[in-house]
């Protein structure tokens, strides 16, 4: 697989105290000449920087945008949308842009819930990494190297492609992307043995500990931008087991859910025991609601390990073999994402 030469880009600081001092269409015809001025690509510059003029704007700026709240029209656009390939576009729109007093909207995967990275109410644009989505995996030395704009389905796919007994603790959305979801610190079904994803991330370039500690988990945009990760990829069983167990209110719900408060974070560190409340019966009115809480887990180990366990520390949620599936890690996190898209209104807790 092709390496993507490209580190850790801390140097990318984005001007929050910017002002305001140019005007619209001056941006657009700025920036047009910015990184040929600075980079020599003036080939290139057209297709890579987007005005509202341009025929792929609208689609490229609404393409991974997942809160449809920010499609409708009183959304504020950016004046210009880039779409570096290559670090050098990155660097040279933010040179620009502070340049220029122009506000910055990093976007990778699109799935900020309040559309930080594609809505600002300041004129910006937006620096579209959607390019950058090269995956390179190092089994011999359980590490990646991953462009920001990858997506956590490509990178899971590209683990498992590369052998069966690793994995990384990044979230189940196939769509999220890694540079927001590492940025934020990312978590899923094995964080408790392995931490977030951000905790399985390591230095490349000289940055100083504590801007490497701010850029995984301090929030997306904060301090930098970031255009690869070189992850640690995490040791997981061939075999995994996954089990579901529902029960209602009439069947001790109260009682197993005060349990699980309790024993939650003290069960063993490769079992994950996760619950939903919902509502069990939606369309029966008269009698009031009846609530169900549904217990999803996932085990790093075979179904006999986990049925012990689970008798052993929490005998009252009487777990057994028909609750439980065994199947890969990789069909694992698309079961589990199965499971919580299934669940349209409810309520969730992780210990
Ligand atoms: C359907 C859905 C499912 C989700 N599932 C999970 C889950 O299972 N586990 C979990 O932990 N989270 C989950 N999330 C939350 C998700 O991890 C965050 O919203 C994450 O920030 C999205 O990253 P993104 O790159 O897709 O988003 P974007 O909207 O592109 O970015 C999010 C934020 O990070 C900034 N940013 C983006 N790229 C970079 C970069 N390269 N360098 C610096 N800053 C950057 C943006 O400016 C923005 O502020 C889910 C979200 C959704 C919508």
Known sequence: MVFFNVKLFPLLIIPFNSVWSTSSNSISESLLQCPSTHLNHSNSSKE????????????VLQSSIQNLRFLNNSTPKPEV???????SYVQAAVICSKKHG???RFRSGGHD???LSYVSYDPFIIIDLFNLQTIHIDIENESAWVASAATLGQLCYSIVQNGKVHGFPAGSCPTVGVGGHISGGGFVTIFRKYGLAADNTS???SMGEELFWAIR???GSSFAVSLAWKLRLVPVPP???VCKIEKTTEEGATKLFSKWQVIADKLHEDLFLHLVVEVANEAS???GKTIKVSFDSLFLGPVEKLLLLTQDKFPDLSLDRSNCTEMSWIQSVMHLRRNHDANTSYAQASI
């Open 48 to 59: 890579i920087i987007l005005t509202r003029n341009s025929s792929a704007y609208s689609s």
């Open 81 to 87: 949308i880039v779409t570096p390939f290559h670090e």
């Open 102 to 104: 122009i506000q910055i």
């Open 113 to 115: 819930y309040e559309g």
């Open 203 to 205: 230095q490349q370039i």
């Open 217 to 219: 988990g301090g929030g």
């Open 239 to 241: 075999s995994v087991t």
């Open 285 to 287: 009115t008269t009698d």
